[in-house]
Structure formats: structure tokens, C-alpha cells
Nanobody
Framework: HVQLQASGGGLVQAGGSLTLSCRASGSIFRINVMSWYRQALGKQRELVGSVIRGGDTNYVDSVKGRFTISRDNAKNMVHLQMHSLTPEDTAVYYC??????????????????WGRGTQVTVSS
């Protein structure tokens, strides 16, 4: 089985910084794209940013220049560094990964996995 575990959420004042981390574990053959999503109360879940295996990243316009996604393939981890936080960044943040896993009889399965959300609250 494959699991994603996120950490690093908390309460921060506007203008502050916070870093989220996510680690994938289990029977992993290859991790493809890794992403961070967020969902504010009463709003749809949105893609914050993603990073492919080679390191190229993309971000939603609202966080460009403030957030940085990075990954450590050796540790099966992805990080989200958040700077200049505003109350609009308040949301539950979710780690997501596209992972190919090895099954017991040799079959491979490519599947999208979600971690449990971590709350980020930015006060004014």
C-alpha cells in the first residue's frame, strides 16, 4: 500500500512564512507528479502547484513569487515553502501524488493518492 503524510500546518500572522512537507511511503515503483492543493471554507479545492520528477514546477497565479515547491526523490518527499502569507491563503492544504506501485503478483498500478489535509491559518 501507499500512503502520503503531510505536516507543517499551523497559525501564522499575515506576512509570515510556513513550510509544509509531505512524505510518500509504501510499495513505490515511481513517483510522477507531486502536487499541493488547498481548500478554503466554502470554496472548491484548487491546485496550488505541482512539480514533476525532473523538478519543473507550476503554480496557480495567486501564489507565484511567494510559494516554492520542491521535491526530494531520494526521500519521496515534496515541500511547499510559503512566504508573504495573507489571510486569503487560509485553507486546508492537501498533498497529492501520482504514483506507480508494484503489486504482489508483478502487476503495476498507477494511481493518484491523497494525504490528509493540514490546516494553514493566516491571521490579519
Amino acid at each position: 500500500h501507499v500512503q502520503l503524510q503531510a505536516s507543517g500546518g499551523g497559525l501564522v500572522q499575515a506576512g509570515g512564512s510556513l513550510t509544509l512537507s509531505c512524505r510518500a511511503s509504501g510499495s513505490i515503483f515511481r513517483i510522477n507528479v507531486m502536487s499541493w492543493y488547498r481548500q478554503a471554507l466554502g470554496k472548491q479545492r484548487e491546485l496550488v502547484g505541482s512539480v514533476i520528477r525532473g523538478g519543473d514546477t507550476n503554480y496557480v497565479d495567486s501564489v507565484k513569487g511567494r510559494f516554492t515547491i520542491s521535491r526530494d526523490n531520494a526521500k519521496n518527499m515534496v515541500h511547499l515553502q510559503m512566504h508573504s502569507l495573507t489571510p486569503e491563503d487560509t485553507a486546508v492544504y492537501y498533498c497529492n501524488a501520482d504514483i506507480s506501485s508494484v503489486q504482489s503478483v508483478g502487476a503495476a498500478l498507477r494511481k493518484n493518492y491523497w494525504g490528509r489535509g493540514t490546516q494553514v491559518t493566516v491571521s490579519s
